[in-house]
């Protein structure tokens, strides 16, 4: 809660939050493209066998048609049109007879695509599909590369989280902005799939960093009024990241151009970030006092309120943040946690936030749960349908945070436990007045 009081002396919400805001929020919009491009990279184009009386050139009859080619080279599939993953081991001469039907294919020996697929190049002139075979019986590998992904992004939010408290916020920004570049404009070189799904995690781990850091920034740099509103501007951020994901879509049909132009961005964003300042908070706890009061200043001059820098001191800020030093110097044990009556509460929230990062499991086995369609076609939606209700019920748990300052220590947990039982006993004294 201190620090909330220096940052409003430093002008509160102004000119740097906007301008912090705004780098964010471009950051931020292309993340959900990255998270589900894949929806259009993986897609499936129509596709049948390669077959050399159609697909050959210098062998196609040209005294028939390509429907009476296809007619006697492939067979017909569950919806009557040419089988996507079989073919007639020989011509079937006989299906162009006028009296032909059913009969006349059904035995014909059919083997499947050993000279590979044709593919329907109408809508995507290219998809990672298309590219490496993925149909017929590699289709379950389309699954296995976005469960890869979200598995990199349940990995990097326990990773980068314990960094960022090590080398700090800004930093980590940095890194992962130069990660997610690297890493995910050199899928377009990818020699297969195994090479592109493991570019794509690394991918991951730098996407869930930059969420993460990003976040934290704006929550720390921004007055405890205007937090909720900040984090809901961001979550806008990712319905219309899907907006302009599908617009590049539709404009570049290849999966290579579009993986591309959703991978250079993150080289500006690089570029973009270094003005943002480290986090002052995380800079105090780590000794450096120094550092966090020049950002303050920085901050003030932006904001409009030069004199601050008279009045904004070193001693201002130690004396502020004493009881947030002072708890960084005490040793605690994971105990604590269970010693503190409002701290059992809190923990139980706190683990939330863990669960919502554990949930992004349920992102990696997502792809492999639609895989259970083809043995049983109402299991996915069985699934999805009681995940959504225990989730929805688990809601009515969660504490209220609206109009409430952030705690920073335990003693700050522990005076909001002690104004929530005043403000108890001060509706039970009303109500018995009533009486």
Same mark, same amino acid.
């Given at each position: 809660? #201190? ?51 159609? %697909? ?40 162009? &007879? ?64 314990? @960094? ?89 049909? %290849?999966?290579?151009?579009?993986? @591309? ?28 006092? %120094?550092?966090?009061?020049? &950002? ?12 601050? &820098? ?25 105990? %604590? @946690? ?36 083809? #043995? ?54 009303? &109500?018995?007045?009533?009486?």
């Amino acid at each position: 809660m #201190a620090f909330s009081e220096l940052l409003e002396q430093a002008g509160g919400m102004g000119l740097f939050q906007c301008l912090l805001i705004s780098s964010c929020f471009v950051i931020t919009l292309i993340i959900p493209a990255q998270i589900l491009m894949d929806v259009f990279l993986v897609a499936t184009p129509g596709h049948r066998c390669w077959v050399r009386m159609l %697909d050959n050139g210098s062998e196609v009859p040209t005294n028939l048609t390509l429907e009476a080619l296809l007619a006697i080279s492939i067979p017909l599939g569950p919806n009557d049109e040419p089988d996507q993953c079989l073919r007639f081991r020989q011509p079937q001469w006989q299906l162009l &007879e006028p009296n032909a039907t059913a009969a006349h294919w059904s035995k014909a020996a059919t083997e499947p695509c050993l000279d590979g697929w044709v593919y329907n190049r109408s809508i995507f002139t290219s998809t990672i599909v298309a590219e490496w075979g993925l149909v017929c019986a590699r289709q379950n590998l389309k699954p296995m590369g976005q469960a890869i992904f979200m598995a990199g992004i349940l990995l990097g939010f326990a990773v980068w989280g314990l @960094l960022s408290y090590w080398f700090g916020r800004k930093l980590l920004l940095l890194w992962c902005c130069l990660h997610v570049a690297v890493a995910n404009s050199s899928t377009v070189f990818a020699p297969n799939f195994l090479v592109y799904c493991a570019l794509r995690f690394l991918s991951a781990l730098g996407l869930s960093g930059i969420i993460l850091t990003a976040t934290t920034l704006l929550v720390e740099w921004n007055p405890t009024g205007w937090v909720n509103v900040v984090i809901t501007i961001m979550g806008c951020t990712y319905s219309l990241g899907q907006v302009v994901l599908g617009g590049l879509a539709f404009a570049l049909r %290849d999966w290579r151009t579009l993986s @591309l132009t959703l991978s250079i961005p993150f080289f500006a964003f690089f570029l973009i970030c270094w003005w943002v300042p480290e986090s002052a908070r995380w800079l105090i706890m780590k000794g450096k006092p %120094d550092r966090a009061l020049q &950002e303050l200043k920085k901050i003030a001059r932006l904001n409009g309120h030069k004199e601050v &820098e008279k009045t904004l001191t070193i001693e201002v800020v130690l004396y502020s943040m004493k009881e947030e030093l002072a708890s960084t110097k005490s040793q605690h044990s994971m105990l %604590d @946690l269970f010693r503190v009556p409002i701290l059992r509460l809190r923990t139980m929230m706190v683990a939330d936030g863990f669960l919502q990062s554990v949930g992004r499991l349920g992102a990696v086995i997502g792809p492999l749960i639609r895989m259970t369609r083809q #043995a049983v076609p109402l299991l996915p939606p069985i699934i999805y349908g009681a995940a959504a209700i225990i989730a929805g019920l688990a809601i009515l748990f969660l504490p209220e945070t609206q109009g409430f300052p952030l705690p920073d220590t335990i003693q700050d947990l522990e005076n909001q436990l002690a104004a929530t039982r005043h403000n108890r006993q001060e509706v039970v004294i009303i &109500e018995s007045t009533w009486f």
